[in-house]
């Protein structure tokens, strides 16, 4: 008997922890994490970085992502709760806050770290991009300087990746440039989805004055014009491929808002937006690695 009674105790304790352990990874905007570090990842592959580089690369990235999901859950909590978000593990009380505080310290720590093994510069733009994105967090985001600390945060990534080869060539003005630009695109898309919640708990960044139709159009123009930059910016003349990215880049995003308009009539969180974003970057990055002209 006290066998049998012992071992749903420890069922239980393991299915606690396995709750935590889920919660933390809904808690760091998983889809987004993955997605970010895999491109920095295939970035750093078309840039010449050996699997050491790749992997450091891509680890300070994941950490970043990871800090700045955790910490935005955080000091959005209360938010999230007050517009029913139970979606949001902090706010619907999965995990608790003094956990999440400490799971999005320790990832900012970290953040510099693996890319500082391969050269200085690399971590210094690794920490500044962090730094911009938790600006965004708080104060950043309920002011018409929201779109900020994405095209720093962004526009840095590619800088970090490029910093890390080597004796730390200087990243071309026109990567850096793409990746601000796909950045500011990407705050405009990713915010559509929670206008109507965040006018609701008094957040007023940018998108939210503009309203729904112009952050949809600066959206587009944003996305449109960093593909644009990546075809136009290297020397030479611009490849068919990269026209044609060009072109794709036009049609993605209204593809985007048309299924997340389908998701939101029955009753679905409307995602597509940001994967339509994510869709554009993963291009923009294809066609950086076979065009072979980033450095």
């Known amino acids: 008997m006290r066998s049998s009674l012992a071992r749903p105790r420890g069922n239980n304790q393991t299915s606690h922890m396995s709750h935590v352990v ?27 970085h050996s699997p050491g580089g790749i992997a450091a690369v891509a680890l300070t990235v994941l950490a970043s992502q990871l800090a700045v999901g955790w910490t935005n859950d955080r000091i959005d909590a209360d938010r999230d709760a007050a517009v029913g978000r139970r979606d949001k593990p902090v706010a619907s009380g999965v995990i608790n806050r003094r956990l999440v505080t400490v799971a999005g310290v320790l990832a ?14 690399a971590a210094g733009a ?21 779109v900020l600390p994405y095209a720093v945060s962004f526009g840095t990534l590619p800088a970090l990746v490029v910093l890390g ?11 850096v440039a793409a990746g601000a630009l796909l950045g500011a695109g990407a705050h405009f898309a990713n915010v559509l989805p929670d206008l109507a919640d965040d006018e609701r708990t008094g957040v ?6 503009l ?28 490849s068919w491929a990269g026209l044609a990215a ?17 998701a939101a009539a029955r009753g679905d969180r409307p995602v597509a937006v940001f994967r339509a974003v994510m869709l554009v970057a993963l291009i923009d990055v294809v066609l950086l690695v076979t065009s072979g002209r980033v450095v």
């Open 246 to 262: 060009v072109a794709v880049a036009a049609v993605v995003p209204p593809l985007g808002w048309y299924a997340s308009r389908a």
């Open 165 to 175: 080869l080597p004796g730390a060539p200087i990243p071309p003005a026109w990567l």
């Open 22 to 48: 889920l919660g933390l990874v809904r808690a760091s905007h998983p889809e987004p994490a993955v997605a970010v570090t895999a491109v920095s990842a295939l970035l750093a592959w078309g840039v010449g």
């Open 108 to 121: 900012a720590v970290l953040t510099p770290l693996p890319v500082l093994l391969l050269e200085p510069a």
């Open 211 to 238: 309203g729904p139709a112009g952050s949809r159009v600066a959206a587009a123009g944003l996305l449109l014009a960093a593909t644009a930059t990546l075809v136009a910016g290297p020397p030479g003349p611009p």
């Open 204 to 209: 007023r960044g940018l998108p939210h004055r």
């Open 126 to 146: 690794a920490t500044l991009a962090l730094v911009s994105a938790l600006l965004y967090n708080w104060p950043l985001k309920s002011t018409p300087l929201s």
